[in-house]
């Protein structure tokens, strides 16, 4: 499942899509004992619209558009697909779709017993189907609905804290006193989430999961793992590690500004690229060999590119993981930050004697915190 179909997927997630219905909602809440309390098991159409909108958008944030940070696409390992696999458990609350309950409290109980969880949280899911129209010879969406219906399960696991006693504006005794909530808060913002089956080819794929995480640099490896029956994948900072080696060991002490930003800029086009393609381009040594070679890196510094790149990463990375938003320039006492549009702005060079960063300045005026000052030498063109 590409950007695209996750895409396609999030936006008809709406109560009042045309191709979309959400059929069956369950929430249920765990607490720090791991038993399973308060399960409710409802027709979507039933429940009160500021409910309904409040557990819409809460279940949209697992439908995560940020392929390669905080949602993946997930292979079943070979064991799930056994009579007690994974696989083969969430097709069947998937066929149940929501409307047995003791297969529900099956799925919550297998939930609650697997997460190592000392902390309570409340489960949010939905089963749905989406009735995908047909698509023009330009890629564009017809009216007219395929004969294919995608019917899938979403899944968001929400952190539940208790708020603190505050103070709050009595009308009837017309004056401010100390309140006490005595009830848990589910937060909106899931934590972890779950979607499957996915959307590959605009079809049903049972063969992927796609698992949402908050926190891309601490997955929750036991739902990973143990619940999906899945590997774990590599985080954001191990990526973006292994990348850092490639470089350091290839280009060592020639590693310069110049290359750094061409190779963010690279990868920037690939991420751009990736939005709306079919198939997704990842990093590889040959890959890298090229963006290197474009940033004007000699070649005989690149032999050994794919060596290296096979010695510090396991297989491909993600450009998504890769790329950096902006130039951020750092010393032990000064930090920079450049967009990257203006990265051709700065540069490193020797001034009498001494090692600088130069920043070209085009306006007249510059703001240092918040107050206007005028730059020495540069005139107002006004």
Same mark, same amino acid.
């Given at each position: 499942?590409?950007?695209?179909?996750?895409?396609?997927?999030?936006?008809?997630?709406?109560?009042?899509? +045309?191709?979309?219905?959400?059929?069956? $909602?369950?929430?249920?809440?765990?607490?720090?004992?791991?038993?399973?309390?308060?399960?409710?098991?409802?027709?979507?159409?039933?429940? !009160?619209?500021?409910?309904?909108?409040?557990?819409?958008?809460?279940?949209?944030?697992?439908?995560?558009?940020?392929?390669?940070?905080?949602?993946? /696409?997930?292979?079943?390992? =070979?064991?799930?697909?056994?009579?007690?696999?994974?696989?083969?458990?969430?097709?069947?609350?998937?066929?149940?779709?929501?409307?047995?309950?003791?297969?529900?409290?099956?799925?919550?109980?297998?939930?609650?017993?697997?997460?190592?969880?000392?902390?309570?949280?409340?489960?949010?899911?939905?089963?749905?189907?989406?009735?995908?129209?047909?698509?023009?010879?330009?890629?564009?969406?017809?009216?007219?609905?395929?004969?294919?219906?995608?019917?899938?399960?979403?899944?968001?696991?929400?952190?539940?804290?208790? *708020? /603190?006693?505050?103070?709050?504006?009595?009308?009837?005794?017309?004056?401010?006193?100390?309140?006490?909530?005595?009830?848990?808060?589910?937060?909106?913002?899931?934590?972890?989430?779950?979607?499957? !089956?996915?959307?590959?080819?605009?079809?049903?794929?049972?063969?992927?999961?796609?698992?949402?995480?908050?926190?891309? =640099?601490?997955?929750?490896? *036991?739902?990973?793992?143990?619940?999906?029956?899945?590997?774990?994948?590599?985080?954001?900072?191990?990526?973006?590690?292994?990348?850092?080696?490639?470089?350091?060991?290839?280009?060592?002490?020639?590693?310069?500004? /110049?290359?750094?930003?061409?190779?963010?800029?690279?990868?920037?086009?690939?991420?751009? &690229?990736? &939005?709306?393609?079919?198939?997704?381009?990842?990093?590889?040594?040959?890959?890298?060999?090229?963006?290197?070679?474009?940033?004007?890196? !000699?070649? /005989?510094?690149?032999?050994?590119?794919?060596?290296?790149?096979?010695?510090?990463?396991?297989? *491909?990375?993600?450009?998504?993981?890769?790329?950096?938003?902006?130039?951020?320039? +750092?010393?032990?006492?000064?930090? $920079?930050?450049?967009?990257?549009?203006? +990265?051709?702005?700065?540069?490193?060079?020797?001034?009498?004697?001494?090692?600088?960063?130069?920043?070209?300045?085009?306006?007249?005026?510059?703001?240092?915190?918040?107050?206007?000052?005028?730059?020495?030498?540069?005139?107002?063109?006004?």
């Amino acid at each position: 499942m590409n950007r695209k179909e996750l895409s396609e997927i999030r936006n008809h997630f709406n109560p009042e899509a +045309k191709y979309f219905t959400m059929e069956r $909602v369950l929430t249920a809440f765990v607490d720090s004992q791991r038993r399973v309390r308060g399960v409710c098991l409802r027709d979507a159409p039933q429940i !009160p619209s500021a409910e309904s909108q409040i557990l819409y958008e809460t279940m949209k944030k697992v439908l995560n558009v940020n392929l390669g940070k905080q949602s993946t /696409e997930l292979p079943f390992k =070979n064991h799930a697909y056994g009579e007690d696999g994974a696989q083969t458990f969430l097709s069947r609350v998937l066929a149940s779709g929501f409307k047995q309950e003791d297969v529900a409290l099956e799925f919550l109980g297998k939930l609650a017993e697997t997460l190592d969880s000392d902390s309570p949280y409340a489960v949010i899911a939905a089963y749905c189907q989406y009735d995908p129209p047909r698509k023009n010879k330009m890629d564009e969406l017809d009216e007219e609905a395929s004969d294919q219906v995608f019917r899938y399960i979403v899944i968001a696991l929400c952190p539940v804290a208790k *708020t /603190e006693s505050v103070l709050a504006y009595d009308q009837q005794d017309d004056e401010i006193q100390r309140q006490e909530n005595r009830n848990a808060v589910i937060s909106k913002a899931p934590l972890d989430g779950i979607f499957f !089956p996915v959307f590959t080819e605009r079809a049903t794929d049972v063969h992927h999961v796609l698992y949402y995480t908050k926190t891309p =640099n601490s997955p929750n490896e *036991t739902l990973i793992e143990d619940f999906l029956e899945c590997e774990v994948e590599s985080t954001i900072e191990d990526d973006q590690s292994g990348m850092k080696q490639v470089l350091d060991t290839l280009l060592g002490d020639d590693l310069t500004y /110049e290359t750094v930003t061409t190779v963010n800029e690279k990868l920037t086009e690939m991420v751009a &690229k990736n &939005k709306t393609d079919d198939s997704p381009t990842e990093v590889t040594g040959r890959i890298l060999h090229r963006m290197l070679a474009e940033a004007g890196v !000699p070649e /005989e510094k690149l032999a050994e590119t794919e060596r290296v790149f096979g010695e510090h990463v396991e297989s *491909t990375l993600k450009p998504e993981r890769l790329v950096a938003p902006k130039t951020v320039i +750092k010393t032990p006492e000064i930090v $920079v930050n450049v967009k990257n549009e203006a +990265k051709h702005k700065i540069h490193l060079e020797e001034v009498n004697g001494r090692h600088c960063m130069v920043i070209d300045l085009d306006e007249a005026m510059i703001e240092v915190n918040g107050y206007d000052l005028r730059v020495p030498g540069v005139l107002d063109p006004q």
